[in-house]
Nanobody, 131 residues
Framework: DVQLQASGGGSVQVGGSLRLSCAAS????????IGWFRQAPDKEREGVSC????????YYAESVKGRFTIFKDNSKSTVYLQMNSLNAEDTAIYYC????????????????????????WGKGTQVTVSS
């Protein structure tokens, strides 16, 4: 079975850091792009960051550029999202998902949310940033 499981969420103060993990199993990990997404209450789901297959490039939403870093450990089939300088707008449930296509991005190179190819969503992990 294909599975992805996000973990590492928690409550932090503004300016703090968290590292999320997305553990994958049941498929050839490096053959797929893996994306991080988030959804805040009463807001649409948005793409946060994506790492392309075969150690390809990384992409970020404009709102997190310079603060978040995505990286992976192929030996552990795990993708990480290091989140620094967190602010209240980062409060959301964070999810990871497998993408059968390359990471989609806009003309500025910012990661964008596109449902085509997204599958195998993991259970989310809550991130709460408070002042």
């Amino acid at each position: 079975d294909v599975q992805l499981q996000a973990s590492g969420g928690g409550s932090v103060q503004v300016g703090g850091s968290l590292r999320l993990s997305c553990a994958a199993s049941g498929f050839r990990f490096d053959d797929y792009s893996i994306g991080w997404f988030r959804q805040a209450p009463d807001k649409e789901r948005e793409g946060v960051s994506c790492i392309a297959s075969n150690d390809g490039p990384t992409y970020y939403a404009e709102s997190v550029k310079g603060r978040f870093t995505i990286f992976k450990d192929n030996s552990k089939s795990t993708v990480y999202l290091q989140m620094n300088s967190l602010n209240a707008e980062d409060t959301a449930i964070y999810y990871c998902a497998r993408d059968s296509f390359n990471c989609p991005y806009d003309y500025n190179g910012n990661y964008i949310y596109m449902e085509r190819g997204l599958n195998s969503w993991g259970k989310g992990t809550q991130v709460t940033v408070s002042s």
